[in-house]
């Protein structure tokens, strides 16, 4: 809920003097994919392709490692840099979508694996860090 709550209070004139910088950024991350997400979800009652569908899980999924990319973790911008990697195998994966038009591809299948590994990993470095402090 944190994530959510972040975007509200950046969406409000007086909340978003209530946030540091990179809960901005963050809750800024965080509202693009809820769009995404959003015009993938509206875009399935227009038209129903692979992509939109693709679209609409990539906004959905991309909206977790969004929220904790600056999460302190034991190795500092771990997870700002998973963040970045598993985005760009996303894209890759909407690209290959959009080109063949199915979902089935090897990009696609490396983003859902990576972004259950992302959940694992994210929470392995959480632990380890507050077993250091």
Same mark, same amino acid.
């Given at each position: 809920?944190?994530?959510?709550?972040?975007?509200?209070?950046?969406?409000?004139?007086?909340?978003?003097?209530? $946030?540091?910088?990179?809960?901005? %950024?963050? &809750?800024?991350?965080?509202?693009?994919? @809820?769009?995404?997400?959003? =015009? /993938?979800?509206?875009?399935?009652?227009?038209?129903?392709?692979?992509?939109?569908?693709?679209?609409?899980?990539?906004?959905?999924?991309?909206?977790?490692?969004?929220?904790?990319?600056?999460?302190?973790?034991?190795?500092?911008?771990?997870? $700002?840099?998973?963040?970045?990697? %598993?985005? &760009?195998?996303?894209?890759?994966?909407? @690209?290959?979508?959009?080109? =063949? /038009?199915?979902?089935?591809?090897?990009?696609?299948?490396?983003?859902?694996?990576?972004?259950?590994?992302?959940?694992?990993?994210?929470?392995?470095?959480?632990?380890?860090?507050?077993?250091?402090?």
């Amino acid at each position: 809920m944190t994530p959510l709550s972040n975007l509200f209070l950046r969406l409000n004139p007086y909340g978003k003097f209530l $946030l540091s910088k990179n809960e901005k %950024l963050s &809750s800024n991350f965080v509202g693009l994919f @809820l769009i995404v997400f959003l =015009t /993938g979800l509206i875009g399935i009652f227009l038209n129903d392709s692979a992509w939109i569908f693709a679209l609409m899980v990539y906004g959905f999924t991309m909206m977790i490692p969004a929220s904790g990319m600056f999460t302190k973790a034991k190795y500092k911008n771990i997870m $700002l840099y998973i963040f970045i990697a %598993l985005g &760009s195998v996303g894209l890759l994966a909407l @690209l290959s979508t959009l080109k =063949t /038009g199915n979902l089935e591809s090897d990009f696609g299948t490396i983003y859902l694996i990576g972004f259950i590994a992302y959940q694992w990993l994210s929470n392995f470095l959480v632990i380890k860090q507050n077993e250091i402090n």
